[in-house]
């Protein structure tokens, strides 16, 4: 399961996501208003806590600034 991301930032949409570069692979994570503008310019090195929801027809990441909000 993945806890974190730490990496580039490729892409922040206004719609809440975020795509982020972890040893080449991109990832894309929903993120809230918030947390969206909070985080760095595109380009720039991103982290983020995780929560990986897994359901047998989709997986979805979760982008939050804490663990404590992550909880």
Known sequence: MIASLRGALL???LTGEIVIEVGGLGYRVS???ATLSALPDTGDVA??????????DHQQLYGFPTADERR
């Open 11 to 13: 892409d922040k949409d």
């Open 31 to 33: 993120v809230n208003p």
């Open 47 to 56: 982290f983020v806590h995780v929560h990986h929801h897994i359901r047998d």
